[in-house]
């Protein structure tokens, strides 16, 4: 089979980037046999948070999940036995024993009383079932604990407090510090710290930081939801003098945020920390310390802060012990009472996914003087300054720059780090960021040793330019900071092709680029925005990637929020004014994130109660579309953004593509009529599933009668169309089969090049192994030309690009506006790679079955690996000698519908091994 090459010219992979990160993800070869003896139960998680310990959640009844690693041949679950150990934090706890019969081992409902507030459990689970052994028993499991977040409003005490001097609402704001001092008495039995902010907060204890979550509380619709994080901070407390602080930033409570200019102060003008630490002592009272009007504000050595401008530091203006603020005594500068704003307590909401925090770091791969003459001087720099240095960091990420020092270095030397994604004419190409300026800057102190990260600032980057350092910068003195929300790694991908290989992986980095706090489009220009068309063409890629079903469950609550408040789900989520997109208006692809992501979290979770929190959300969209469409059921009106950066659209005009956006507008508007009534289906609501399941086979009808034509052609005769229309199920099974006959023409036509956009791209190649062409979707996965999947590969890209020619075949940087190397949305094909190439795909909610169907598409060698909700399963295979040999994991609790050479087998848990001739 042809291997594919990198035509001459090209950059070729990119040098391997040296990440400093958790152990590598197993390939199938790693997984253990799920068939063996009974295996004492694994992976014990609350709710959708990652597995482990949970602290503050959402609910007062959290579910539970765990894996059962393996079991012997028969085995049949019959109980799950869950030991509570439960009471108040630093009191006494007592053990009940919760026998479930009919147990599962997914989403087990809380088997004891509400937790109250400040009360712990202790939980750990044992299963008892039958087997071809007989009966047996597992042993216990780890036990991991869990605690509330403050889910009533009485139970805040704290005001949000902030600057109390005039301040500017229209220029840029110093960032500020609050601290609060305060005695205990020594009896100290436990504590705990809720923190939450208008902007963006870092709490601090007793000279320490409490945590290492960074960006806190993210970005929700704050009018609505204000997340607040719990921390136990016990062991930071003393008898005697303490203090408590915070350093705060404007985030995108106040910052600038948005395109063509953007807007500040869009929730309020004030910046302010909401922080109340609970004190339990030994005789059970308790001493509740809460910002208040008792709280000092100052400045410190953070001048300005913004997440698209950066951030400036100047460490002269820090204490000789840069904490000393944060700690008992008297600290220098000047501090001020606090301004006190009314209370948040009712949208006050503990969160329901895992916080952002540091996920690794990048050594640099090259470092090297920009070349002069025509050396690009940033604002401020003049020509005979120090030198400017270039760093590659082999990966494009979202974070930020640490560096250390070299001992010696003058104070008041000025450091200035400019980030960009690229380089072009072996510059910094800046041009992508459009109005966001990225650039952090530091000024010594002149101490041995400095070292600095921004706090409340991040960039989406590969390479850094460094001004102002003196001599040549060490390796070991940078590093690139990888910035996401905390995230259980599910999903690895491997073939024969490591071009495909760097092509998953892209999309793989591209969802860690933009799934920080919310789902955004990119992490580096002036947008950084919740687009709802991103992750409705996403979300099955993402589901495989990570569990990001809690930040997406989340994100949901939001758009039902501003859906709600706008009559349609809104093109962004938050909402902010944007010109253009103000209102917002009704449109295919983007709305259909309201059906698509929930269903998707269904599918690959197994868990109904997100049918149940989104179902009206999801309705009402259809039901919208329904009223837009009319009786024709058409969706033929409006402004849609249809097949949005297909490879025809000038670099001007995104939305010019060569399909109809009406046809893609009714294609999805029949795909979520289907999805809502299988989702009500779902949820036992008959009437509604077959009013839905109607509606959408009129649509289908209608579809056929407005696109479809005597010889199988559509209106449109693009790539996209027929993808969509055999996706979306709108034709009937010759006209679906003609239509896979024609998307191979039309691949055949373009010589592989790919040729759709947003809407067409998540299927195109999943509408062709559906239809039995597989010698089609190899050719358009296997090609290297301009526009293809791997066209950007084999020009060094390591995320994926948000134009297919982001970076024309030259070198030069797409002249259009939406020119990102960080956007996710075309990576979307690596949900098709895990579940039809490799094989590996959900057949009922949670993977409680898993249909394995492997399509070789050229390649010798595929497999996907997938931490599923009953845990690892795999589907791995090789093609050798005209015989294709296949090996899967099925994990404990699950079974697999194996379709292998025109055969179908069913398996239970276990590893098994198949041969069939390979195809041809
Ligand atoms: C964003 C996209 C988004 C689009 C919609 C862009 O500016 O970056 O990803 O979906 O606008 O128009």
């Not at 599923?868 to 015989?883: L, R």
């Amino acid at each position: 089979m042809p291997k594919v090459t990198v035509p001459e010219g090209r950059p070729g992979l990119a040098p391997g980037a040296h990440l400093v990160e958790p152990a590598p993800f197993p390939t199938a070869a790693d997984l253990p046999d799920p068939r063996g003896p009974l295996g004492t139960p694994t992976r014990l998680r609350f709710e959708h948070l990652p597995p482990g310990d949970a602290l503050g959640i959402a609910t007062a009844t959290p579910r539970l999940s765990f894996d059962v690693p393996s079991a012997p041949a028969g085995w049949q679950l019959a109980s799950v036995t869950v030991e509570v150990t439960c009471g108040p934090i630093g009191g006494e706890a007592s053990t009940t024993t919760h026998t479930l019969p009919n147990a599962a081992t997914l989403h087990l409902p809380w088997p004891d009383e509400p937790l109250a507030l400040r009360e712990a459990a202790t939980v750990r689970v044992r299963v008892s079932g039958t087997s071809d052994e007989g009966e047996v028993t597992s042993p216990w499991s780890d036990p991991i604990s869990v605690e509330t977040g403050i889910l009533a409003a009485e139970d805040w005490q704290a005001l949000p407090v902030g600057p109390s001097w005039p301040e500017n609402p229209d220029a840029d704001r110093r960032p500020s510090r609050v601290r609060h001092a305060f005695d205990l008495p020594g009896d100290i039995t436990a504590a705990r710290l809720r923190v939450s902010a208008h902007g963006l907060i870092r709490p601090w204890l007793n000279g320490e930081r409490v945590d290492d979550d960074e960006l806190v509380p993210g970005w929700t619709v704050y009018g609505e939801r204000l997340l607040h994080r719990s921390y136990d901070v016990t062991d930071l407390l003393a008898a005697g003098a303490n203090v408590l602080a915070a350093e705060l930033a404007d985030g995108w409570y106040r910052g600038h945020i948005g395109f063509d200019g953007g807007y500040r102060n869009l929730y309020g003008a004030d910046q302010a920390a909401i922080l109340q630490l609970e004190v339990v002592h030994g005789d059970g009272s308790l001493t509740v310390v809460a910002t208040d009007d008792a709280w000092q504000v100052g400045g410190g050595p953070i001048l300005f802060t913004g997440l698209y401008e950066g951030e400036t530091y100047d460490a002269r203006l820090a204490d000789d012990d840069p904490t000393a603020w944060a700690r008992p005594g008297e600290p220098c500068g000047t501090w001020l009472p606090v301004a006190v704003h009314p209370s948040d307590a009712a949208r006050l909401e503990a969160p329901l996914d895992a916080p952002v925090q540091t996920q690794g770091e990048l050594t640099p791969v090259a470092i090297w003087l920009s070349p002069a003459p025509e050396r690009f001087l940033p604002p401020g720099i003049e020509a005979d300054d120090p030198d400017v240095w270039l760093v590659d960091f082999g990966q494009n990420i979202a974070g930020r720059l640490r560096f250390v020092l070299p001992d010696g270095t003058p104070a008041g030397t000025t450091i200035r780090i400019r980030h960009a994604e690229v380089l072009e004419n072996g510059r910094l190409g800046v041009r992508p960021l459009r109005g966001a300026a990225a650039t952090d800057t530091y000024t010594t102190r002149g101490d041995a040793g400095e070292e600095w990260e921004p706090a409340f600032t991040i960039h989406g980057f590969r390479y850094a330019e460094i001004t102002g350092w003196p001599g040549e910068p060490e390796p070991d003195a940078l590093r690139a900071v990888v910035l996401h929300t905390t995230m259980e790694r599910l999903g690895g991908f491997a073939s024969s092709e490591p071009l495909v290989d760097r092509l998953h992986e892209n999309s793989r980095w591209s969802m860690t680029g933009n799934f920080v706090a919310l789902p955004t489009d990119c992490p580096q220009r002036d947008e950084r925005l919740g687009w709802t068309g991103d992750v409705a063409a996403f979300a099955p890629t993402a589901a495989f990637h990570y569990d990001a079903t809690g930040l997406l469950a989340s994100w949901l609550v939001d758009l039902w929020l501003e859906q709600q408040a706008h009559g349609t789900v809104t093109w962004y989520v938050p909402v902010i004014p944007g010109g253009f997109w103000t209102p917002p208006r009704p449109a295919a692809v983007w709305g259909d994130a309201a059906t698509i992501t929930p269903w998707t979290l269904y599918e690959t979770t197994g868990d109904r109660r997100l049918l149940e929190d989104q179902w009206e959300s999801a309705r009402q969209w259809v039901d919208l579309v329904d009223s837009l469409a009319g009786e024709g059921h058409v969706w033929d009106s409006g402004m849609q953004l249809g097949d949005w950066l297909d490879p025809s659209a000038p670099p001007e005009n995104p939305m010019q593509a060569m399909t109809d956006p009406y046809l893609v507008a009714t294609a999805y508007f029949a795909q979520s009529a289907r999805i809502v009534a299988r989702w009500a289906a779902a949820l036992g609501k008959e009437a509604e599933a077959s009013r839905y399941g109607e509606l959408a086979d009129a649509i289908a009808a209608a579809f056929r009668d407005a696109y479809l034509q005597p010889d199988g052609r559509l209106s449109s005769d693009s790539q996209t169309a027929y993808a969509l229309a055999i996706v979306c199920d709108v034709l009937g099974e010759d006209d679906r089969v003609r239509a896979g006959e024609h998307l191979a023409r039309k691949v055949a036509e373009s010589e592989g090049r790919v040729a759709t956009g947003f809407a067409g791209t998540p299927v195109v190649c999943a509408a062709l192994t559906a239809t039995g062409q597989d010698a089609a979707a190899s050719a358009l996965l296997l090609e290297t030309g301009c526009p293809s999947w791997l066209y950007a590969v084999t020009m060094g890209a390591t995320t994926t690009w948000e134009r297919w020619d982001s970076m024309l075949p030259d070198g030069s940087i797409n002249p259009g506006e939406m020119t990102s190397f960080n956007h996710y949305a075309l990576g979307a094909v690596a949900a098709w790679l895990q579940r039809d190439v490799a094989g590996l795909a959900p057949a009922a909610p949670g993977y409680a079955e898993i249909l394995v169907a492997p399509h070789p598409v050229g390649l010798t060698h595929a497999e996907a690996v997938h931490v599923t909700p009953y845990g690892p399963a795999a589907s791995s295979w090789s093609v050798s000698d005209g015989v294709l040999t296949l090996d899967v994991v099925v994990p404990v609790g699950a079974t697999a519908r194996v379709v292998l050479g025109g055969e179908e087998t069913v398996v239970a848990h276990g590893r098994h091994t198949f041969t069939a001739p390979s195809p041809a």
